[in-house]
């Protein structure tokens, strides 16, 4: 990265807009921080995800192209979540959009901790003395490849646990089945309603299990179904995406 502020446009998915505003403020917070320039389009709409998983990938045209306009501006764009970060890179109608315009905007977007580690190369230090657990995200994981699967022959990394491993006084879990599906899937959890449910519980008890403190991640719509299956069961356990910790840690 050159010396220049990057000037950032911070795109904050429709459900952390809705019932996870501090997601994006710590966001937004801990972007500036680090050095950058962030604005925060007042225009911007959904990416059109929901639309193209439900199958109507055309009726996505309009969202994208909106997007690509009011994003083509800046010198990245980052975002809290790693499904519609996916999205945008990988699922926009290319067929019916200036293909130029988004070739440029592909090369530009970023997950949350991907910008910081990949772009920034930076080193987060402060204090967040919790066990934590953290999720990894499918679109994330496998899509964004922010981590090692473990069904690839690959050596272990994971850019979330590069950021908070610096963090004193973290206590990093490692999980029985660290990169296992939570059973959200976005319309997938409405279908398929009684599989998602016993896919999250699955998932929550492999944190339960090693005394996790708070659960965390870099996809709200994931911590958001789990946190509601913990939440009606009754478990001990505390959710925050990985931008609120960081956040709080190096305050």
């Given at each position: 990265m050159s010396n220049q502020t990057?000037?950032?446009?911070?795109?904050?998915?429709?459900?952390?807009?809705?019932?996870?505003?501090?997601?994006?403020?710590?966001?937004?917070?801990?972007?500036?921080?680090?050095g950058c320039k962030v604005s925060y389009p007042q225009n911007q709409t959904c990416c059109g995800q929901p639309l193209a998983n439900s199958g109507y990938e055309r009726d996505t045209i309009g969202s994208s192209e909106h997007f690509i306009k009011t994003f083509g501006e800046f010198d990245y764009v980052v975002a809290p979540s790693g499904s519609c970060i996916m999205h945008v890179k990988e699922h926009f109608p290319p067929e019916f959009l200036d293909q130029n315009a988004y070739?440029?905007?592909?090369?530009?977007?970023?997950?949350?901790?991907?910008?910081?580690?990949?772009?920034?190369?930076?080193?987060?230090?402060?204090?967040?003395p919790h066990r934590i657990g953290y999720h990894s995200s499918c679109h994330g994981l496998?899509?964004?490849?922010?981590?090692?699967?473990t069904e690839l022959n690959v050596s272990p990394f994971n850019k979330a646990k590069q950021l908070l491993q610096g963090l004193d006084g973290l206590d990093w879990?490692?999980?029985t089945r660290k990169d296992e599906c939570c059973g959200f899937g976005g319309t997938f959890a409405v279908s398929e309603e009684a599989l998602s449910v016993q896919m999250g519980k699955d998932r929550l008890a492999d944190h339960l299990e090693k005394d996790v403190e708070i659960l965390t991640g870099g996809d709200m719509s994931c911590i958001m179904h789990l946190q509601g299956i913990s939440s009606r069961n009754k478990q001990p356990l505390k959710f925050m995406h990985i931008a609120e910790i960081l956040n709080q840690a190096i305050q």
């Open positions: 990057p000037h950032v446009g911070l795109f904050i998915p429709c459900y952390v807009d809705q019932f996870y505003p501090n997601v994006g403020i710590a966001s937004l917070e801990l972007l500036e921080k680090l070739k440029e905007l592909q090369g530009k977007v970023y997950e949350l901790t991907e910008f910081i580690t990949d772009v920034l190369k930076a080193e987060i230090k402060g204090k967040f496998r899509g964004l490849r922010l981590g090692a699967s879990v490692e999980l």
